[in-house]
């Protein structure tokens, strides 16, 4: 599986999906830029949103806030106060380490050995690893569980505490080492924040200190009363954004995963108080089957619901998916109750409420947030997507085999041959085609090869020109998946491709 993963890496470097920030100076730490068809991917993923929410959704509207906002927006929300990552050095390799991730780790350790002893089993036993699973009063693995369990309520309980002490203690009872240097040497734990800050105006006049915004959210609850009154909308309503946000992580790992600079998709729903666990329920389904929607199979996802709760939230949940490197956080849905809004009254001593007309009362209401990062999003389709095929004449393909509506390329148009007037005809096929579909011409090489490359970039369709076309107008639909062929009038194409790149 890490295998697989690395050679996504390099794939999506060698098609232009994405490459390291300012490559030619080596790159900039967890900073990424998306190439010419990763750019394209993304913008899908932000339509397949969007549309999803604002379209399909009448009491939802989007907004646009800016990255930079008042410095005492991140005290009420918190982030100045509370948005640290507990960090850990090794004195040895002089590495900087996140104490909770490293505990992840060791209990992602122990899962592993519990896995393995399962595995065994049911090897031995000759039963399917569920069974085993299920029956197993296996020895190790009771002893390995009642370890895992131990390490997990203790380390759930010093985050909930904050207890830095407690966290480094578990580093050092549990003989955790050093990738680096291997060794146990650990400082102490520390706090470390995690917003970016920069200042505004020159320092001769009184400069003052601004952050880059951790997360959207922010900026669609210091809008909320502008939206609600200019677009006289009725609670329940939402309301939509996608937008940068800046996160000094301090470990950056796994590619576009964890990123310094990356993109989040919000929708802030905000609902009345004693509604909220209900509207919570119906969002946690709605946003899973928008993931399902996308057809990589309903054992790729699963929900991960919190049992530790941020002091302001009164459930929270995430949408896992099935990366190469195990389930992993994709989307995550809270229950935020009033607590943003009721700080930012406080804050700013401007009145936020909701004038109720049915109720005739005002009240502050409560939100249910979803939020997704666009390039998490990115990095579940493609390693999803990404398939090593081996075909029947010997050859082997990669293919990328994202959905349809997602593919940067729809369609490929290419001459069979660069002579005869097969070039100007399939021109003109694409002429006719491109004000729908984002197509592109290719006339090098081998047929064979066009197909591979097309394939490698995940476009959906090809259609070659022939000989034939000429007399009769048609031509040569192939399909990525199944690369079976079939023989389409031109004038047909349009309604064809329109119907099959579809949701
Ligand atoms: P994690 O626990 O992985 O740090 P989080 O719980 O802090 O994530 P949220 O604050 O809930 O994440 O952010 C919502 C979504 O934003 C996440 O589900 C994830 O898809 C995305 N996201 C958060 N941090 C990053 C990051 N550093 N790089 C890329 N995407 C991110």
Redesign the pocket.
Known sequence: QEDVFKKLVSHCKEYGFVFPSSDIYDGLG?VYDYGQMGVELKNNIKKYWWDSMVLLHENIVGIDSAIFMHPTIWKASGHVDAFNDPLIDNKDSKKRYRADVLIEDQLAKYDDKINKEVAKAAKRFGESFDEAQFRSTNGRVLEHQAKRDALHTRFAKALNDGNLEELRQIIIDEEIVCPISGTKNWTEVRQFNLMFSTEMGSTSDGAMKIYLR??TAQGIFVNYLNVQKTGRMKVPFGIAQIGK?F?N?IV?RQF?????E???M?MQFFVKPGTELDWFKKWKEIRLKWHKALGFGDASYRYHDHDKLAHYANAAT??EFLMPFGF?????I?SRTNFDLSQHEKFSGKSIKYFDPELNESYTPYVIET???????FLSIMSASYCEEQLENGESRVVLKLPAALAPVKLAVMPLVKKDGLPEKAREVIDSLKFHFHCQYDEKDSIGKRYRRQDAIGTPYCVTVDHQTLEDNCVTLRNRDTMQQERVAISELNNIIADRVSI
């Open positions: 967890a951790p997360e946000a996160r992580e950056a576009i995963f964890r990123m310094r990356f993109e989040q919000e995430d949408i992993k956080e994709v989307e995550g809270h939020s997704i990062g666009v390039d998490r999003m």
